[in-house]
């Protein structure tokens, strides 16, 4: 039977790991029985069943654990199809927007039994966002492009993925004091070569690179693959700038320090607080 609002579940499954740390940050993470592989925050995360990745799910694994509520992204249609067949209670949240983030904590809260900690975590959020989009609201507005993804340590830049105009980060970027370098709005991660960056000449250039594979050859060898490019503007004043931390990829709770890293990036002029 579907439970209502404040329902006391006491097995919850997520299948996503923005998910995952909405509920560690509700105080639920007891709850949780199961993740998937790439739900590895916070560390107790890593504790839980594995219940595999997105396009591998094991349902055997979730019927298993028998759980009494599962969380899934509305792009997880499969899943949903599988979860509805074992006849348990489901959530779908949406993670495309800053306001589907909040939402999502919102919702899950109110699902879960935990609407005062979902109010007071989406308080805080919307208190930092503001004290972001305050003190950058009179700047300047430099071009920023955002790479997240690309093959690094090389020496040379290849094809790179990034942030269209249309995206969690592009909205980031315009509340953190910048302008999206890339004005379309599709596709939502257009891959640009060389040439293509070179006609964009950004200001400011954040290269999230995640993952020890990826790192190995360490932060300058990364930053040297941008030297084939060095007639943009970024490089030529060195605003280059790795982000190595996974919050910059998790559309979650934490997307709110990415947020206030990046504003610090785009305006160092501003002498932000501490806090």
Not at 99 to 123: H, N, P
Not at 160 to 168: E, F, Q, W
């Amino acid at each position: 039977m579907v439970r209502t609002e404040n329902a006391a579940y006491e097995r919850i499954v997520s299948l996503s790991p923005s998910t995952t740390e909405i509920l560690f940050d509700l105080g639920l993470g007891c709850k949780v029985v199961g993740v998937t592989r790439f739900c590895t925050f916070p560390p107790e995360a890593k504790s839980k069943a594995d219940v595999g990745g997105y396009i591998d799910t094991n349902y055997e694994a979730i019927a298993l654990l028998e759980p009494d509520l599962v969380i899934i992204l509305p792009e997880m249609e499969k899943a949903g199809k599988y979860i509805s067949e074992l006849d348990i209670d489901m959530l779908t949240v949406d993670n495309k927007t800053i306001k589907d983030i909040l939402d999502s904590i919102e919702t899950i809260a109110r699902k879960c039994g935990a609407r005062e900690k979902g109010d007071s975590l989406v308080g805080t959020i919307k208190t930092r966002m503001k004290r972001i989009s305050d003190r950058t609201g009179g700047m300047a507005r430099p071009r920023v492009m955002i790479s997240v993804g690309r093959e690094t340590g090389t020496g040379t830049l290849g094809a790179v993925y990034i942030a269209g105009n249309n995206t969690l980060y592009s909205e980031m970027i315009s509340i953190a004091g910048g302008t999206n370098a890339y004005e379309r709005t599709y596709p939502a991660y257009p891959m640009l070569s060389a040439e293509g960056i070179i006609y964009l000449d950004p200001q400011v250039i954040i290269d999230v690179v995640i993952g020890s594979d990826t790192l190995a050859p360490g932060e300058n060898a990364v930053k040297e693959d941008w030297n084939s490019v060095s007639a943009v503007d970024a490089i030529e004043k060195g605003r280059l700038y790795v982000i190595t931390d996974h919050y910059a990829v998790i559309p979650g709770p934490r997307f709110i320090l990415f947020l206030e890293r990046l504003a610090r990036l785009i305006h160092p002029e501003i002498e932000w607080s501490p806090d």
